[in-house]
């Protein structure tokens, strides 16, 4: 599961959904995997707003990753006056599009149930007392 | 023809043998490649995308959004939700793009608010309209499909649902279920009065009006069952009224009744009487 998900991913029990610390989830012995992907500048670039940079930054300690920097990179750093793209739009296609939790857990921060992780597929399904 | 939604659960029916039938048959792939590109046309992507696949199955409808071309707004970038998890395998072996989660979509979409550009859905969401278990009801399950679905949309976001409703009434309840939810929603028959007949469900976030989403196909009929918008200022005619009474008397004479002559004092009260 990419990065990129993860920055969306909250947990599916119904009570937690109003809390704030069901987001984000916190991958727990999580073993990560680089998948190649055609960079896509466009698409970089319209979900940048829709990012959560806190989110991401945590996510990024916690899966032991480079530190990010403070501030979510504006849309005029991801690409120079040629339209060529730059060094901080490939960083976050990579971290964003390639990095990817291929197993492990993922934990909600409110209930702290588990969300396991197999191959990529991260397991939603709740039995019916979790409703 | 028996429909697979009476004979088992969709975790269950879709096992290893089912799926692989369901994704190497030409076929269903044919028949999954239109109603995909169908969908993509109602949803009139300008941008490469983040897209909801509700149903992803093998990713044989998450397959055609990947490879949308540049010009045509592509490539989109997609995240799929199945209940059954050897259709997980199945895209798995054929390697696709996009991400996936073994969900149930009857509990909800667990994706914080406005996450998605568009949603789509092949074939799926007619599996609500079945409780499996006693503590579940269909409306229960299309209320936290719904609801989820339209929180995790972006405000002007679509989604386009192509469902196989047994029957009218099925039809009516996920369309009712949409609207109760929020979503402006409207339906889309392709080939309708055959056998063949698809249902598209076009669903749009804060936008209100679903038919401009058709306005630039061809042979597209629009057919508006809204109640229309009463205006305002108009005095509506009441019974009882002037007006109302003309009208009255006007139809009675036109049937050759007697009516009695209209002067200035028809319709008038009487004065009190003391």
Known sequence: MKLLTLNFLTCARKTCKSTAAAFPLHPKEAELEQVEMELNPLFVKNMLPRLDWEAMKTLATELGLPNLPAETPVAEELANESGEPTQTLRDLHTLLMETAIASGKLVCGNCGHEYAVKEGIANFLLPSHMV | ?274
């Open chain 2, 1 to 274: 023809m028996s429909r697979p939604e009476d004979i088992l659960p969709p975790d269950l029916f879709y096992d290893d043998a089912e799926s692989r039938k369901y994704t190497t048959s030409s076929r269903i792939r044919n028949i999954q490649a239109d109603m995909t590109n169908r969908a993509l046309a109602l949803l009139d992507l300008e941008h490469p995308s983040l897209i909801l696949d509700l149903g992803c199955g093998s990713g044989l409808s998450g397959e055609i959004l990947s490879d949308v071309s540049a010009e045509e707004g592509g490539p989109h970038t997609w995240v799929g939700m199945d209940i059954s998890a050897s259709m997980l395998g199945q895209a798995l072996e054929r390697d696709t793009d996009g991400d996936m989660l073994l969900a149930d979509i009857g509990q909800g979409v667990p994706f914080r608010a406005g996450t998605f550009d568009a949603a789509i859905s092949i074939s799926a969401i007619q599996w609500l309209c079945n409780a499996e278990t006693s503590d579940v009801s269909p409306e229960g399950r299309l209320k936290r499909f719904f609801d989820g679905l339209y929180a995790s949309l972006k405000r002007g976001g679509k989604a386009v649902c192509q469902f196989y409703p047994k029957n009218t009434q099925q039809r009516n309840l996920i369309s009712q279920a949409a609207i109760k939810a929020g979503f402006g929603a409207g339906i889309l028959e392709d080939d309708p009065e055959t056998k063949n007949v698809k249902y598209y469900l076009v669903l749009s976030v804060g936008g209100g009006d679903v038919t401009g989403a058709v306005r630039e196909m061809e042979n597209v009929d629009v057919q508006d069952a809204r109640r229309r918008e009463r205006k305002r200022g108009k005095e509506v005619e009441r019974k009882g009224s002037k007006a109302w009474i003309t009208r009255k008397k006007a139809q009675m004479e036109a049937k050759g009744k007697v009516v009695k002559n209209s002067s200035k004092y028809t319709g008038r009260r009487r004065r009190t009487a003391f």
